[in-house]
Nanobody
Framework: VQLQASGGGLVQAGGSLRLSCAASGRTFSSYAMGWFRQAPGKEREFVAAISRSLGNTYYADSVKGRFTISRDNAKNTVYLQMNSLKPEDTAVYYC????????????????????WGQGTQVTVSS
């Protein structure tokens, strides 16, 4: 599967952005999906994940209550709605897909994911 992330940009602290990740192929609904981010000089870290079905979600503590992950299987797209953005949210954001998956499991470890998008830059100014 190929993943294309978009929607990044420059926003002031307190603002919002919605990232999208479009997937190729006809089996998108069989993939568990996740968002990760990497700030300059830091390791890539988990942000949010969603199961292939039932809409189970899981968030990093740093974004819980501010970010929302969702998916539209008819559009082969996963979203990350980011509200109340902070300067520390500045990073390149990557979407990732995992297959095969079992049931409605969600995954938060980098090594569990099989496919990665190219990343989209999010910059939050103070």
């Amino acid at each position: 599967v190929q993943l294309q992330a978009s929607g990044g940009g420059l926003v002031q602290a307190g603002g919002s952005l919605r990232l999208s990740c479009a997937a190729s192929g006809r089996t998108f609904s069989s993939y568990a999906m996740g968002w990760f981010r990497q700030a300059p000089g830091k390791e890539r870290e988990f942000v949010a994940a969603i199961s292939r079905s039932l809409g189970n979600t899981y968030y990093a503590d740093s974004v819980k209550g501010r970010f929302t992950i969702s998916r539209d299987n008819a559009k082969n797209t996963v979203y990350l709605q980011m509200n109340s953005l902070k300067p520390e949210d500045t990073a390149v954001y990557y979407c990732a897909a995992k297959s095969p998956v079992y049931g409605s499991s969600i995954y938060y470890r980098l090594r569990e994911y099989d496919y990665w998008g190219q990343g989209t830059q999010v910059t939050v100014s103070s």
